[in-house]
């Protein structure tokens, strides 16, 4: 498939694929994006209810940013987190090699590296308090042994994989959380909280990264 580098409104890159009209993240700001709908909305709301370690499960690994900000998050914040993400169409590593996310991030630790060079499907420790999983995969074959504290779904809009945003997909998300866990996502619309609360979860919508007037975040 084609795609194309763009810079985006706070300097960092995404990925526009043209066949699809579709990029990664937003325009507006892919680490604007990423730390306002998964991070601020997402990580820091679950932490402040002290679990330790934080299971995260990510629908759609993608670049790697959410995963190298929350590795990022873990040395801030000193607290541990077992990541998982699928992937069912990786990004080639050429593609990886020209995103900026490393320089404007200062990542030292060197989480980008180690989250596109990992083996899939074999689980390493980044850091003492960043273990890592990535599995190319599917949802729907996707099987997991323990269940998680937060999900990010950073799945394409509902127009371009409208597959991924029913009723029954958030049946299986709902499932894979531990009670009192938490499901964000940037995408608000109607139809999509429908689904979500049809699936069990109690919907709120705050207030979305920048372009966005709103975000959801869904509880179980």
Known sequence: MNT?????????????L?????????????????NHVFINAGLDYIASKHYNPIRIFEMGLGTGLNALLTGKWTVENNIAIDYV?????????????????????????????QIHNAEWGKEISISP?????KLNTSLLNYSPTEKFDLIYFDAFAPLI????????????LYNLLNNGGVLTTYCSKSDVRRSMMAAGFTVEKIPGPPGKREMARAIK
């Open 4 to 16: 194309e580098l763009v810079i985006t409104e706070d300097g960092s890159h995404t990925i526009y």
């Open 85 to 113: 993400a699928i992937e069912l169409f990786p990004l080639p590593k050429t593609e990886i090699d020209t995103l900026n996310y490393v320089s404007i991030l200062q990542d030292k630790q060197g989480f980008f590296d």
């Open 161 to 172: 994989q409208p597959e991924l945003w029913t009723t029954e997909v958030f049946i299986t």
């Open 18 to 34: 043209p066949d699809l009209q579709v990029t990664y993240h937003s325009t507006h700001g892919s680490i604007q994006e990423s």
């Open 129 to 133: 308090f960043f273990n890592f999983l």
